[in-house]
């Protein structure tokens, strides 16, 4: 039923949780897994250190994606990935297009009232925008 899943992830104890999940569906279904982190370029102000903090943002997406990969792999399945910038809920709809994924899980951090309206959600925005089934985990507020 699934062939290709796709997994954003921020590098939160969330998505670690959230790809325990999706391990679980790509056993279920021998899938192949796409790792995916989008570093926010859209909260980033001007000036000179921006092309700092772009980088800084690219490296540690590198690492994210590479043990959520190593991850993958030492269960035994096929894992693919990517880091790219700009909008998150944007860049994970156009790379689930891309690779042709036919589920996405991702976890949510279950914000409520003003934080919510104010911060948004990724995991909302990909749920409202996606051709394909969204998985959520609903990860525990940390307090």
């Known amino acids: ?8 992830t921020d590098g939160s104890d969330g998505a670690a949780v959230a790809l325990d999940h999706a391990l679980e569906q790509a056993e279920a279904h021998d899938a192949g897994i796409h790792v995916l982190f989008v570093a926010n370029t859209t909260a980033l102000g001007g000036g000179a250190v921006e092309g700092t903090t772009v980088e800084s943002l690219r490296t540690t997406g590198e690492q994210v994606v590479a043990d959520a990969v190593d ?14 910038e700009g909008n ?31 911060l948004g959600s990724v995991t909302e925005k990909v749920v409202r925008s996606s051709d394909v089934p969204v998985l959520t985990i609903r990860v525990a507020d940390e307090e």
């Open 71 to 84: 991850r993958i792999t030492d269960a035994g399945l096929v894992a693919e990935s990517g880091v790219r």
């Open 1 to 8: 039923m699934y062939d290709e899943i796709l997994f954003p």
């Open 88 to 118: 998150p809920y944007r860049e994970i709809i156009d790379y689930a297009d891309e690779v042709a994924a036919d589920m996405i899980v991702m976890g949510t951090h279950g914000r409520r009232g003003l934080d919510r309206y104010l």
